[in-house]
Structures are given as structure tokens and as C-alpha cells.
């Protein structure tokens, strides 16, 4: 995936009209946003120079406003780190008490 990332954001130089230029830059958006994604289900936190060498930002400040930007993404970034720990969501909780007394009470039924 990086490697097709990269082969984006390289072909913005080398597009054959400048026409193309909006259409370069909205597909490398929607990969940069996709990556971000990714990076916060992953992680529970980054290096800020790391999230910026993955979401592939010249610098500090871009990643920066991207995040502040992003509010979707829900992140947070304190000393020198980019904290995911706020866009996780936690899983499921299941019933499994009430699951085993219906289960229960079904074999119940069936003697």
C-alpha cells in the first residue's frame, strides 16, 4: 500500500495537464484519509514524526492541522505524540448470562 501511496503523490509532478491536478489531489486525500483510519485502529499512539512519515506530510504543522481538521478522526496529540486512544470505540458487551439462562431454559423445555 505505501508503495502505490507514494507512486500517488509522485504522480502529481508528472500528470500530462494540469486539469488533473484536482482529481490527483482528491484521490490522495481519500488516501491519506484511509491511512488515518487504518493508523488509529492500529495503534493506541504514534511519534508525531512517524504519523507524519506514514500520512506522508513535509511537515509538524500539516499533520497538525490535518488532525485539528479531521474531527472524525478524534485524536489527540500531547508531548510529542498523536494519542488514538479516543477514536476507539469499545466492542460490544454481550449478554452472555442472560444467553446461558434462555439456553437453560430452552433444554428445560425440551425434557
Known amino acids: 500500500m505505501e508503495g502505490a ?3 500517488l503523490f509522485n504522480a502529481r509532478q508528472t500528470v500530462p495537464h ?3 491536478d484536482f ?6 486525500e481519500t ?15 504514534l511519534l508525531i514524526s512517524d504519523a507524519k512519515k506514514m500520512l506522508l506530510f513535509s511537515c509538524d ?4 492541522k490535518y488532525i485539528s481538521e479531521a ?3 478524534e485524536w489527540d496529540v500531547q508531548n510529542c505524540l ?11 458487551a454481550i449478554p452472555s ?3 446461558i439462562k434462555r439456553t437453560i431454559s430452552y433444554v428445560k423445555e425440551l425434557d
Open 31 to 45: 488516501f491519506r484519509d484511509e491511512i488515518a483510519d487504518c493508523s488509529a485502529q492500529a495503534y493506541d499512539y
Open 18 to 20: 494540469e486539469a488533473y
Open 82 to 92: 498523536v494519542l488514538f486512544h479516543m477514536a476507539k470505540s469499545k466492542p460490544p
Open 23 to 28: 482529481f490527483i489531489d482528491l484521490l490522495a
Open 71 to 73: 474531527i472524525q478522526h
Open 61 to 64: 504543522q500539516q499533520l497538525v
Open 5 to 7: 501511496y507514494n507512486q
Open 97 to 99: 448470562f442472560q444467553q
